[in-house]
Each structure stands twice: as structure tokens, then as C-alpha cells.
């Protein structure tokens, strides 16, 4: 099922146009032929933003607007989302994940959420396309043997499975659903529940989850850590967002955005299979996982992924292939795709 064409004048905003998924999520609307506005904490960011996006989608400037707004003030909401018919909310609040940042984080990612929800609502939105997380599906572990789907919620009281930017987001799409119940009127909302977000790379700003792939072309581990991840490739997550704000079906729904698992030692495998030479700092032996938990003490970025270690959770995207059509592609094809983008933009040597 392709999204449904939409008039000319139809017009989109999008949370937090600097971001890795929001610069493909107003790409993707770009292409299609609509108007799209977007938020930035700054309009310095604009030149940026504009120079990232028309590397991939061509005589689209014209339909691309900026609004400036930011998710811990209810400043510029109103004025960002008047006149929208749809709203895609992609933004993350800024912060660490340290222990004393996790109330940086978790406010903001709630009270952000509902600015953004309150301000569709009183615009009369169609719908909102909010962007959750595998975080907010994560089954306990006595159920770690199953296969999660969108019937599945975090434990939030577990605050040992995931670092404070992951918890952000399982509680912003709990507050998200819960202010709808009452203050949703006739706009609705949906979510989109990606996993590991990887793929091309429009620039060497802002990359995200992006960065795990450069640690391991670049070879900044001295090994592969038992670490998985479920993958969806960015282009990919976008024209899910797409699908969802415009299928009438996916009113009220969630839905998972995943493809494949991939270990980490399998991503080094398939990178030196693919790029030669370019891969030959990528690791080749497996890490032992005390080694990981000692480097961990000293590198922040290492301490948020040591609760993986070993393990492996199973989730199914087939509601969004099913009731949406989505068709992602191969994880292998992503990580690969992701390492040449990052090497082509000088992130990787």
C-alpha cells in the first residue's frame, strides 16, 4: 500500500529538522511533493539543515520553512504548528546520560511532547506522528524468550534496562497517549517504535546511533563487544512516518520499526566483506565482556550499551508491514550504506 497522495497544499511540520531521523523525515516529505516547516532551537541552524536535505532531494527549497522552537518552552509552539495539517514529532530534548542528567531528560521529553500534542490539538491537526522507541516495548526479562510486539510496554519501574535518553522516550509516548485520551479532539495520534537507527548519512553533524557504525570502521574498539542491535534503516523509518500519518488506519496505533538483528561482530563481518580495504581497521575478534565493563568505567557512551551484553531481544515489525505496507530493507544493505555515507563525509578516515 503506497502513502496516500496528498494536495499541494497540504502542509507538514516536523520536530527538530537537525536531527538524523527528522533531516530523512523531511527529505522523504520533500520528495513527495509537500510543504514542510520545521523547528530548530536556533535559525543559525538553518543553512545547515537546508544544505543537508538538498543533498538528496533536488529544487525543494522553496517548500521548506523554518520555525523556531524549542521543547523545553511553550514559546513558538502555537505559531510553528498554525495552519499544519500534519505533524511529525521526531525531537528529542538535549542532555547526558549520566545519572544526575536522567531529570534533564525525562522532564523534558515529557513536557516537550505534550507542548507539541497541545498545540496539533488546538491547530486541529489531522494527525501526529510521534517518534517512540524499542524502549518503550522492552518486555521483562522473564519474557526476554518471546518475540515483543506493539502490545508490549517498558516497565518503567525497571530502571536498569535502559539509560535515561532510551527511559525519556518510553515515558514521553506513555504521557502521549495518555494526553490524548482526553485533549485529542479530532486530531490523532500514532507512534513509531525504531530500534536501532542506521543508514546514510547527510553530513557529519548530528549523527546519533550513526556513530556506532563509525566506531567500528574506524576501529576505536580493540574488539566486537557481545552487543546487538535491531536495526531499521533510516530511509526507511521516515517512509514509515509517512505511512502512518496518512493511512486512516494507522489512527491510534503503534508500530514497530525494525528489519534484521545484527551482532556486532556480524556488522564488522559484513563491512569487511563489502568494503575491502576501507573496513581493514574494522575488529575482528570478539571482545571479552570485562573488557568492555572496564573501558565502560571511562567512556560514558560505552557505560549506556553494557546492559546489552549477551543479550538478545526479539521484536516484530509486522503490523507495519501488514497493515501499512512497509517493506524495509536488509539490515546487512543499511550498515553497509551507513559505513560508505560516513566515509564519503569524512567522519571515518
Given at each position: 500500500?503506497?502513502?496516500?497522495?496528498?494536495?499541494?497544499?497540504?502542509?507538514?511540520?516536523?520536530?527538530?529538522?537537525?536531527?538524523?531521523?527528522?533531516?530523512?523525515?523531511?527529505?522523504?516529505?520533500?520528495?513527495?511533493?509537500?510543504?514542510?516547516?520545521?523547528?530548530?532551537?536556533?535559525?543559525?541552524?538553518?543553512?545547515?539543515?537546508?544544505?543537508?536535505?538538498?543533498?538528496?532531494?533536488?529544487?525543494?527549497?522553496?517548500?521548506?520553512?523554518?520555525?523556531?522552537?524549542?521543547?523545553?518552552?511553550?514559546?513558538?509552539?502555537?505559531?510553528?504548528?498554525?495552519?499544519?495539517?500534519?505533524?511529525?514529532?521526531?525531537?528529542?530534548?538535549?542532555?547526558?546520560?549520566?545519572?544526575?542528567?536522567?531529570?534533564?531528560?525525562?522532564?523534558?521529553?515529557?513536557?516537550?511532547?505534550?507542548?507539541?500534542?497541545?498545540?496539533?490539538?488546538?491547530?486541529?491537526?489531522?494527525?501526529?506522528?510521534?517518534?517512540?522507541?524499542?524502549?518503550?516495548?522492552?518486555?521483562?526479562?522473564?519474557?526476554?524468550?518471546?518475540?515483543?510486539?506493539?502490545?508490549?510496554?517498558?516497565?518503567?519501574?525497571?530502571?536498569?534496562?535502559?539509560?535515561?535518553?532510551?527511559?525519556?522516550?518510553?515515558?514521553?509516548?506513555?504521557?502521549?497517549?495518555?494526553?490524548?485520551?482526553?485533549?485529542?479532539?479530532?486530531?490523532?495520534?500514532?507512534?513509531?517504535?525504531?530500534?536501532?537507527?542506521?543508514?546514510?548519512?547527510?553530513?557529519?553533524?548530528?549523527?546519533?546511533?550513526?556513530?556506532?557504525?563509525?566506531?567500528?570502521?574506524?576501529?576505536?574498539?580493540?574488539?566486537?563487544?557481545?552487543?546487538?542491535?535491531?536495526?531499521?534503516?533510516?530511509?526507511d523509518l521516515a517512509d514509515l512516518h509517512?505511512?502512518?500519518?496518512?493511512?486512516?488506519?494507522?489512527?491510534?496505533?503503534?508500530?514497530?520499526?525494525?528489519?534484521?538483528?545484527?551482532?556486532?561482530?556480524?556488522?564488522?563481518?559484513?563491512?569487511?566483506?563489502?568494503?575491502?580495504?576501507?573496513?581493514?581497521?574494522?575488529?575482528?575478534?570478539?571482545?571479552?565482556?570485562?573488557?568492555?565493563?572496564?573501558?565502560?568505567?571511562?567512556?560514558?557512551?560505552?557505560?549506556?550499551?553494557?546492559?546489552?551484553?549477551?543479550?538478545?531481544?526479539?521484536?516484530?515489525?509486522?503490523?507495519?508491514?501488514?497493515?501499512?505496507?512497509?517493506?524495509?530493507?536488509?539490515?546487512?544493505?543499511?550498515?553497509?550504506?551507513?559505513?560508505?555515507?560516513?566515509?564519503?563525509?569524512?567522519?571515518?578516515?
Amino acid at each position: 500500500m503506497n502513502p496516500s497522495p496528498l494536495a499541494p497544499s497540504s502542509t507538514v511540520l516536523v520536530t527538530g529538522g537537525t536531527g538524523f531521523v527528522a533531516g530523512w523525515c523531511i527529505a522523504e516529505l520533500l520528495r513527495r511533493g509537500y510543504t514542510v516547516r520545521t523547528t530548530v532551537r536556533s535559525l543559525s541552524k538553518e543553512t545547515g539543515v537546508r544544505a543537508s536535505v538538498a543533498s538528496v532531494v533536488a529544487d525543494a527549497d522553496d517548500r521548506l520553512s523554518f520555525h523556531v522552537a524549542d521543547l523545553t518552552s511553550d514559546s513558538g509552539w502555537d505559531a510553528a504548528v498554525a495552519g499544519c495539517d500534519y505533524v511529525l514529532h521526531v525531537a528529542s530534548p538535549l542532555g547526558n546520560d549520566s545519572p544526575s542528567g536522567t531529570d534533564a531528560l525525562l522532564a523534558p521529553a515529557r513536557d516537550g511532547t505534550l507542548r507539541v500534542l497541545r498545540a496539533a490539538a488546538h491547530a486541529g491537526v489531522k494527525r501526529v506522528v510521534m517518534t517512540s522507541s524499542l524502549a518503550a516495548a522492552t518486555p521483562s526479562r522473564s519474557d526476554e524468550g518471546n518475540v515483543a510486539d506493539e502490545n508490549v510496554w517498558t516497565d518503567l519501574n525497571d530502571t536498569g534496562k535502559t539509560n535515561a535518553y532510551r527511559m525519556s522516550k518510553a515515558i514521553a509516548e506513555r504521557a502521549a497517549w495518555d494526553f490524548m485520551k482526553d485533549h485529542g479532539g479530532e486530531t490523532t495520534l500514532s507512534t513509531v517504535l525504531p530500534g536501532a537507527v542506521f543508514g546514510p548519512v547527510m553530513g557529519s553533524q548530528n549523527l546519533g546511533s550513526v556513530l556506532v557504525i563509525g566506531r567500528i570502521l574506524g576501529g576505536k574498539l580493540p574488539g566486537n563487544p557481545r552487543i546487538g542491535f535491531s536495526i531499521v534503516d533510516v530511509r526507511d523509518l521516515a517512509d514509515l512516518h509517512v505511512r502512518a500519518m496518512t493511512a486512516p488506519e494507522a489512527a491510534g496505533q503503534r508500530f514497530i520499526a525494525i528489519r534484521d538483528f545484527m551482532w556486532m561482530a556480524d556488522i564488522a563481518g559484513e563491512l569487511r566483506a563489502q568494503l575491502g580495504e576501507q573496513a581493514r581497521k574494522v575488529p575482528t575478534r570478539t571482545l571479552p565482556d570485562f573488557v568492555l565493563r572496564l573501558a565502560a568505567v571511562f567512556d560514558k557512551a560505552l557505560h549506556n550499551v553494557t546492559p546489552l551484553l549477551g543479550r538478545k531481544l526479539s521484536f516484530s515489525s509486522a503490523k507495519a508491514q501488514q497493515v501499512l505496507g512497509w517493506a524495509p530493507r536488509p539490515a546487512k544493505a543499511t550498515v553497509v550504506d551507513c559505513a560508505r555515507s560516513l566515509i564519503e563525509a569524512g567522519v571515518v578516515a
